[in-house]
């Protein structure tokens, strides 16, 4: 997984691509644990992190230029643990697509104009932990924004199993949006299905939960090899 060059479009080529989520609670550089395609840093569980920026930064130049790492500071809105000013945010982003990070930034911040500064190249998401009225409406308003400031994936979890068709279609169509599209189902075994069905991303515990319903490290690596076998005898 060592790599001096960060290339994002081929570690998105072969689908799923399994992402051990760490939250970090304290900004230490740490080797992850054998399986990991990708690393994320969650920094929205680091208490105080606005009085740490520069600390946060040196974790990130560390394990960055080791390590394919995805950097994501969470909104309390959307499932993150500490509030965090969308000013220090910004700074921690670009900081990080300077030093060849891949970042998450939630699609109404770049619907909004805030943060879309740092969606080209990166993972637009939304997280969805109140019922919506028309969450295919809103996934694809996302996606076309996405899409207008060149986001490499555009990533869609919802905490309600009734939402799973909607994801499913979504993932089924992703071909014909231009971008990645990666689905997170809540339920465990949702979730084995989106990785079979070639979701582009599939986030995995290895220090605990940072999302309901992960699956474990070693689970997603079988999850992955089974798709490996079908697609072979396909």
Known sequence: MLLGSMDWETLLNNPPLIVCAVPVTEPKPFKPPDGCEAVELRLDYLRGLEGRVDEVKGLVKVMAGQYPVIVTVRDVEEGGVFKVDNHVKLDILEYAKMQGAMVDVEARHVISGELANVAGGSIVSRHVYTKATDLEGAALRDIEYALRHGALVYKLFSAFNSDYLTLLK????????????????????????????????MYCSVTGQTAPGQLGLDQCIRVKELRRSVLKAS
């Open 170 to 201: 979504l993932l089924m169509l992703k071909d014909s949006y231009g971008l990645r599209i990666a689905v997170i189902p809540m339920d465990p075994l949702y979730r084995a299905a989106s990785m079979i069905l070639g979701t582009a991303l």
